[in-house]
Structures are given as C-alpha cells and as structure tokens.
C-alpha cells in the first residue's frame, strides 16, 4: 500500500513540472518575435514506479505510478532542415553576389540607350558621313572632332566606373573575409560556454540558438560542414555538443589537408586570410589561405578554391567577370584607334607634326580608359578627300566611316578570356560591340534566374523550419489553457488528499 504522503509528494512533482511546462510556454510566447528563436518544451516522462524491482519489494498488486518527471527543457530543431537551409544560403550567396556585380556592370555599361557607346559610334558615324556629303562646309571637321571626343568619353567613362566597381569588390572580399574570421571567433567562444553549462549536464538551448544563427550566416559566405563533438564531463544524452567547422568546396568534399575553421574539440579556431594581387590589373588574382587566430601563423591546408557561397562569388566577379569586360572594352578602344588611325593618315588633312585622331598613353598604348582625340587637330585637319586624290574627292571620310560601321577585322584574336570572341573571328566594331553587350545580359540574366531560383529554395526551406521551430501563439495559447487545466486538476488531488488526512488525524477515534 502507498502511504498517503506519498501521494502528495506525487502531487507535489505534478505542480512543480506544470509549473515549469507553463514556464516554458511563456518563455516561448515571449519570444514570438525573436529571430532565430527555436521553440522550447519539457519532455515528460513517467516517475519511477511503487514498489521498485527487487526480492524485498512490497507485495501487492503490482506497480503504482508515481507521478510525473520534467525530464529536460528541450528546443524543437530539425538537423535536416538546417543543413537544407545552409545548403541553399550558400548557393544563394555565391549567386546573388555574382547578381549584384553585374546588374551594376549594366547600369553602368548603359545600352541600349541615346547615351551609350553604340549610339554615341552612331553619332561619330553620322558625322563623318555628313564630312562626305558636305566636305567642301566650314564646320563639319569640327563636328567631327567632337563626336570622337563624345566617343572616347564614353569609353573612358565607362572603364573608369567599372574599374571603381572592381575596387569596390575588393574591398567586398577583404570585409567578407574578415567576416568569417568574426564568426569563427563567436562560435568558438560559444563552444567553450556550452561545454561549461553542457560539463554540468544542463542545456543550453539560447545559446543553441545563437550558435546555430552564426553558423547559418557563415554558411552563407563559404561552404561548411559541420560535425558535432560530445562536451566535457557528464553531459547529458540530450546534449547538443561542440561545433566542428570544416570548409569544403562547392561539392561538399574536404580539402587536403582539411581545412579547420573551428575546432570543437581542441575549442580553437583559425582564420581564412585573402591575399590579392593586382600587379597585373587586367589579370587580378585573389589567393585565400588559412592561417592560426593570431592572423600570422599558416596552416598548411594549401590555396582553396572553389568553396561557393558570397565569398567565392566576389572574388569570381572581381578576377573573372570584370576583367573579361574590361579587356575587351580595352581590345575594342585600340582596335577603333588602330583602324581609324590609319584611314584618316590617308586623308588630305593629316598632319604629321600633329599626329594621329586618336590617343592614348605616352608609351602608344590605347585602352578604353585612355583613349582620347589628339587635342592638336581642329577642324581644318578633318577633311572629306583621301590625300592621293583631287579636291572634292571624299573618299577619306568614307574610309573612317567604313571603320566604324562596315569594315570587318580580327579583335582580341589572342586573348583566352574574351567572351565573344575566342576563336577571333573578324567583324565589325558594332557587332562586336553588340555581341559583348549580349554576353553581358546573358550572363547577368543567368546570375538573376540562379539567384531567383536559391532564393526560392531558400524560403522554401526557412519555412520548413519555421513550421518545426517557430513559435506557434495559438499553439502556445493552446498549451497554457492545458497545463492551466493540469495545473488545477493536480491541486484538486491535493485538497482531496489534505480532506483525507484531515479525516484520518482529527476525525477518526474521537
């Protein structure tokens, strides 16, 4: 037979763990609002049993419940979904970055529109045909010299824009870096806290949460793996552990050596570091590296490369993308200067102690950056006639026409990096021109549709795990009015059982 005081000891357990179930669903209600917040609960289990096994166990009729334990408070979290989130984070990173490089390389690149290269070759082009019509009138070299300047300006413009987006990229890929270092430096940190609370067999599941939303940020920069390590001394079975971070590559395969960003069990951590060479500006390079917390001493993990996310994204705008569009900017400036250099030599009004049309550096090298008209010709200089036939002849504008518009010639043959033109096929500087914007708006149409598509995994995803982690008011309201109605149930017992014992002491053989 149980003794009565047994029961209310019983009772007791049930107020105390409706108490902290009620506890805990405030806790959950207060945190509706808190991002990244996982829902809490207490996991319940059954009290050990009247009379316990053993060959001096009360006899009866078998075992009696004892009541109700409060087992642990426990956060609702779904490893799954979170490996799913981080997956499609990373993707989501590496594309909206390439997104954002070239959405600003289309701004700035401007066409089709009255103000971009094409229409301003256009205007060039439509000056020099009124040079031809018109070649005996006062004015039209002049008009001529300004829609080159027009021309140049804009080339310049340009290059110079995107060349301060490149900048603007390094410096993306410095803070970025130093980012993740940031994050590193706060999980291992979190790490050494969990395994104090974890050593004393609690559960820390804020400082879960917090670890778990650094950790979803950092995927979001570099591609990562994540292993759990048991913490120090008694933990419970319930416990979450220590972090292990492992950068990988795009495909999820470890480097070798591997590469440690944050050492659960040694509770250490390294630093990536980035190294950017710009001695060649044409061909940046970007070289990332390991190196110990104290940023000086390397790790030998060899270069990595290729690991996805925001990170990869920038450095691959910022040595890839930029430079093919610059360079080939750059090929189609000296080309146009070439060619049109050569055809106004042929013309009546050239001036050798003047020089040429077109410009650029002192050493003679043309780029769309430098590219200017020689600021020594007036309109004089500009004539209709090639200088080996009579006056009225205006077969030399139509030579510099013909190169804007007409003629075909090989550009950039050599260079491996230009998108259109790899195979060097001759053509016009127009449909060169067209074939570079075309690339550009495919490429940036790709970055959109990659980007809108990780995104939409990407919320697909949160969403999934916010239907298992998120905090439901309805569902907790719902909870409070149970453990409201348990909370009452197991006082009613009591004060059955304190009428009980006020019968036995105070009633009975009176």
Partial sequence: MIPIFSSLSMMQRALQVTQSAIQTTGHNISNANTEDYSRQRVNLTTWLPYPGVGINAARGAGQVGTGVNDEAVVRIRDQFVDLQVRDNSNQNGYWSSLSDAYSQMEDIVNEPTDTGISSELDGFWQSLQDLAGNSGTAGTGTVVLQKGSAVADTFNYIAVSLGKVQNNLNQQITENTNLVNNYAD?????????????????????????????TDKLAQLVNIKVTKVE??????????????????????????????????????????????????????????????????????????????GKLQGLIDAYTIDYPSVLKSLDNMASALADKFNAAYENTAG?????????????????????????????????????????????????????????????????????????????????????????????????????????????????????????????????????????????????????????????????
């Fill in 186 to 214: 706060q999980i291992n940190a979190l790490n050494k806290e969990i395994n104090k609370q974890e050593a004393n067999g609690f559960l820390s599941n804020d400082l879960y949460d917090e670890r778990d939303a650094l």
């Fill in 231 to 308: 913490s120090d001394g008694n933990p419970s079975p319930l416990a979450e552990g220590k972090y292990t971070i492992e950068l990988v590559d795009a495909n999820g395969a470890s480097y070798s050596p591997s590469a440690t960003l944050v050492d659960g069990k040694a509770m250490t951590n390294n630093h990536l570091k980035s190294t950017i060479d710009t001695s060649d500006s044409s061909s940046p390079t970007v070289t990332v590296s390991m190196v110990k917390s104290d940023d000086t001493t390397s790790v030998d993990t060899g270069e990595l490369t290729n690991f996805s």
């Fill in 350 to 510: 050239y001036d050798t102690a003047k020089g040429d049309f077109f410009l650029g550096a002192a050493d003679g090298t043309v780029t769309a950056a430098n590219i200017h008209v020689n600021s020594n010709l007036v309109g004089s200089d500009v004539t209709a006639a090639n200088k080996s036939m009579p006056s009225g002849d205006n077969s030399g504008a139509t030579a510099m026409a013909d190169v804007i518009a007409t003629n075909k010639f090989v550009i950039d043959k050599d260079d491996p990096n230009n998108p259109n033109d790899s195979d060097g096929e001759a053509m016009t500087l127009k449909t060169y021109l067209q074939n570079l914007i075309g690339q550009i708006g495919v490429n940036a149409q790709s970055a959109n549709q990659f980007t809108s598509n990780s995104q939409t995994m990407l919320d697909a995803a949160e969403n999934r795990r916010s239907s298992v982690s998120g905090v439901s008011l309805d569902e907790e309201l719902t909870n409070l009015i149970q453990f409201q109605h348990s909370y009452a149930a197991a006082a009613k017992v009591v004060t059955t059982l304190d009428t009980m014992l006020d019968t036995l002491i105070n009633k009975m053989g009176g």
